[in-house]
């Protein structure tokens, strides 16, 4: 979907032109072709033994763009899927039944290895088995993420997850690559991570300005894409977001609004922080709920599914798979209720939100669970408006615009009783434009 | 004096409040809502003009005459014949436009037979509806033109003319729509010229002090100096996006006005519940409203009210005679209908019955406030289905077993009017 002309977006779209290329080839080029999850992916891991990654999640998610999800849904269905199945299985499981036509319409090649590295989700788990039926011959690789139930990462979780590394996930790497594991190689590439993951936090950290140069979450998930998908650990990555950032850095300079599918956004009316993932199937509607008011995401807990960058965290080329093992924990799903009520608290407070919506998915418990509790903890915490709207994933059938517009108004109106309310910190630089 | 008005267009009744610059109520007028949203908002409307008048006459009579006459019910009296005089012109209505739908008859002597009968029944139910009002039986706030009509016209049927029934009532479900989405014009001094007369004999003497306000009073200019729409139909209303308030602000800050130190709200309505959590300033913090299943609303006992064959207004009373409540499943409207005829065919009593429907009401509500965030203290109820005494005892107990016996309740008799009052108040502000 065209939203922006700028050079970053374009240059995205060729990265992932290539990519579905490449994948389109491996016949030909004999590349194996590992399948694997977003949260904590290890796509460093894939590229050091000359891999192809393919993202289920972001398969579906394209689907449920191009508005294919339905009709892939609802052959799950047919085949037994209940309703109440988390709606991106059932749109990947569909697609694949219909011949694995991917969102450039060129046929995605079958998985040589399934990596199972579930964090914060359990229906990984159950998917990839799903998968393994379909492709009988496949081998699995599993790495199991210990759950930060204590708010904390343990150095005996990472050596827990290190070892697994060692002697489960690498060992299925060789065997289905037929190369032998170069930590060099892999330290290399994430090298070019931590770099990109440098930026990245620079540019959502703009967020602090006023207006917002960017909306950090409808604008957000396509700034994600290529560090949390396939290009993560590639020089393509660090120049896509050096491009990216010299594009915030202008509008920043300009005091320019982020960019819509209708243009710059003419004023901010409202900053708000957002928990929760979009709506897929009706993005653009969706997100014009929201511009046409003049209100902008400042934050989204969302575009830290794939990893979470603000305390610092960055992937390490001086210990390769101690920091991929950090890395997978401290996924935002993964994180226990209590340190993602901070999380958001930090954002609210750094970007000066004026209230918290939720974007409850009706198919996605990873995150969707605990939603009511942190949002009352927040509201009391802050004595700021919360809102909270409930859609779905991929399927549009739970996508209803008069019930999310109802419940909007009211949510823009305690806005606007409370435009007076800001929260303050301490912690902001000069340089931001009260 | 400037006055403000506001609507609350729910989907099953449309309200209307005007209040004075300082906020008060001066008058409050309702109807049920019907597909012309338009209609329905003009009558609630004209029926909070009229009620400001008598409110304002009321005050000024007061004023004139000092002489301790019981005012209040005196005014009670020539309201409801002022309302029985406009049933009476709405009626006249609704009678031709049944005579002028005797085509669709397609059987000449049925409806020859139909057409002789209908005089004769329409003479029954104006003289019904009379005693009615003139016995000060009549709720404006609950039976209107239709319910009053239906339950009349029925009666009659049944007592002269059984073997016409269902031809009959099919005449008037053919003909009362199109009278009801027409917008009748009442002059308010013509009907009250014609009401003093007839206020009952101990009452003529204030009619001289009447007389003299009202000339004062009729001049007084009712048009609203502004004005808020809410509720589920806000968005039809002919009004511009400024005059329109989401019923989430304006129930809370109806609530917020009958009872400051409200923080949670619960506005059970027609269709949707509401659970909304307020500041001290009556701003609401955060709100969870159902989607999906409108199981747990006022609808739901219009449903059950249909199903028993009785009015709703009756089912609350019924339920308060139980000797406990029967189990009755609160996931689905339709569902709870066959579960209600179930416990019938059980031989369960009516009484035990209704209990369980209302319980399942409530733990419906109940499902939403914690989703909300609980009940904070003080906890207010709104919306028409609060004036059920039922649900207010369910409400009560369930709070008290969840939330502590040191909660605070309140219900305000004019707990329907929350919305439209909230919204008056949004207008109030804008001065």
Redesign the interface.
Same mark, same amino acid.
């Given at each position: 979907m065209e939203i922006q002309k700028e050079l970053s977006m374009v240059k995205q779209k060729q990265m992932l032109a290539e990519q579905f290329m490449e994948l389109s080839q491996v016949r030909e080029t004999g590349r194996k072709v590992c399948y694997t999850f977003v949260p904590g992916n290890l796509t460093e891991l894939i590229y050091a033994f000359d891999m192809l990654p393919v993202y289920p999640e972001i398969n579906s998610l394209q689907s449920g763009m191009r508005k294919k999800s339905e009709e892939y849904i609802r052959e799950a269905e047919d085949i037994g899927y209940s309703e109440d199945v988390c709606s991106y299985v059932k749109c990947d499981i569909g697609m694949m039944l219909q011949g694995n036509i991917g969102p450039t319409g060129q046929q995605l090649p079958p998985p040589d290895l399934l990596l199972l590295s579930y964090t914060g989700c359990f229906v990984f788990m159950k998917w990839f088995e799903n998968l393994k039926h379909l492709y009988p011959n496949t081998e699995i690789a599993m790495l199991h993420i210990p759950y930060q139930e204590a708010g904390k990462i343990e150095p005996s979780a990472v050596k827990y997850v290190v070892d697994q590394l060692k002697t489960e996930v690498i060992p299925k790497f060789e065997k289905v690559s037929g190369q032998k594991f170069d930590i060099d190689r892999l330290a290399e590439k994430l090298k070019l991570s931590a770099k990109a993951e440098e930026l990245l936090v620079d540019i959502f950290d703009s967020a602090r300005h006023r207006p917002s140069p960017i909306d950090a979450y409808f604008g957000g998930v396509y700034y994600i894409g290529p560090i949390f998908t396939a290009f993560r650990g590639s020089e393509d990555c660090v120049d896509y977001y050096k491009e990216l950032k010299s594009e915030v850095d202008y509008r920043v300079a300009h005091k320019l609004g982020p960019i819509t599918p209708d243009g710059y956004m003419e004023k901010e009316r409202f900053r708000l922080v957002v928990e929760g993932p979009p709506n897929w199937t009706h993005f653009r509607e969706f997100w014009k709920l929201f511009y046409g008011l003049g209100a902008v995401f400042v934050s989204s807990t969302y575009t830290r599914v794939g990893g979470v960058y603000d305390d610092g965290f960055r992937h390490s080329p001086d210990s390769p798979l101690e920091s991929l093992a950090v890395y997978c924990m401290g996924c935002y799903t993964n994180r226990n209720l209590p340190q993602r009520i901070d999380l958001m608290e930090r954002c609210l407070k750094r970007y000066q939100a004026d209230g918290l919506l939720v974007n409850s998915i009706k198919s996605c418990n990873s995150f969707s669970a605990g939603q009511l509790v942190m949002m009352r903890d927040l509201e009391e915490r802050l004595a700021i408006p919360v809102g909270f709207i409930e859609t779905d994933l991929v399927d549009p059938r739970y996508y209803s615009f008069s019930n999310i517009k109802n419940r909007l108004d009211s949510f823009f109106q305690m806005l606007e009783q409370r435009q007076t309310i800001r929260v303050s910190d301490d912690t902001l630089s000069d340089d931001v434009v009260v | 004096m400037k006055v403000f008005l506001g609507i609350d267009l729910g989907s099953t009744t449309s309200k209307a409040v005007i209040v004075d610059a300082d906020g008060h109520i001066i008058g409050r007028g309702i109807t049920n809502t019907r597909s012309d949203y338009a209609v329905a908002a003009r009558i609630a409307q004209t029926e909070a003009e009229f009620s400001s008048r008598f409110t304002l006459l009321k005050r000024a009579v007061a004023v004139r005459s000092a002489n301790g006459k019981n005012w209040e019910a005196i005014f009670d009296s020539l309201e409801n014949r002022f309302h029985c005089l406009q049933f009476e012109l709405r009626f006249d209505d609704l009678i031709a436009a049944m005579q002028a739908n005797e085509a669709s008859v397609a059987d000449a002597s049925l409806r020859s037979r139909m057409m002789a009968a209908l005089p004769e029944v329409a003479v029954e139910v104006k003289e019904t509806v009379r005693k009615r009002f003139f016995a000060n039986e009549v709720s404006a706030t609950s039976q209107f033109f239709r319910d009053l009509f239906n339950a009349a016209y029925m009666r009659a049927l049944e007592w002269s003319h059984p073997e016409l029934f269902d031809e009959m009532v099919a005449l008037y479900d053919r003909s009362i729509n199109p009278v009801e989405n027409r917008e009748m014009q009442f002059n308010f001094h013509d009907l009250v010229q014609q009401a003093l007369p007839q206020l009952p004999q101990e009452y003529q003497s204030a009619i001289a002090d009447i007389q003299a306000c009202l000339k004062e009073i009729e001049a007084f200019d009712m048009t609203p100096a502004d004005y808020v729409g809410t509720g589920y139909g806000r968005q039809l209303l002919p009004f511009q996006e400024k005059h329109i308030? #989401?019923?989430? *602000?304006c129930h809370a800050m109806g609530a917020h006005a009958c009872f400051p130190q409200t923080r949670t709200v619960l506005d059970i309505g027609g269709q949707d519940t509401k659970a909304i %959590?307020v =500041?001290g300033l009556g *701003?609401?913090? #955060?709100? %969870?409203?159902n =989607? +999906?299943c409108a199981a747990g609303c006022g609808r739901y006992l219009g449903y059950i009210a249909d199903e028993m064959n009785i009015n709703v207004g009756e089912l609350g009373p019924l339920a308060l005679k139980a000797g406990y409540a029967a189990n009755i499943c609160s996931t689905c409207t339709v569902f709870a209908g066959a579960e209600l005829r179930e416990h019938l065919n059980l031989g369960e009593k009516k009484e035990n019955i209704l209990a369980g429907l209302h319980q399942a009401i409530v733990q419906r509500a109940f499902g939403l406030i914690a +989703?909300s965030?609980g009940v904070r203290n003080e906890f207010t109820l709104t919306g028409g289905v609060a004036r059920n005494p039922a649900v207010r005892k369910y409400v009560t107990d369930m709070v008290h077993q969840n939330y502590g016996r040191d909660i605070t309740i309140n219900t305000d008799p004019d707990s329907i009017f929350m919305g439209a009052l909230g919204a008056s108040l949004f207008a109030a502000r804008r001065k």
């Open positions: - | 308030k #989401s019923e989430i *602000l %959590q =500041d *701003l609401v913090t #955060s709100f %969870q409203m =989607d +999906r +989703r965030g």
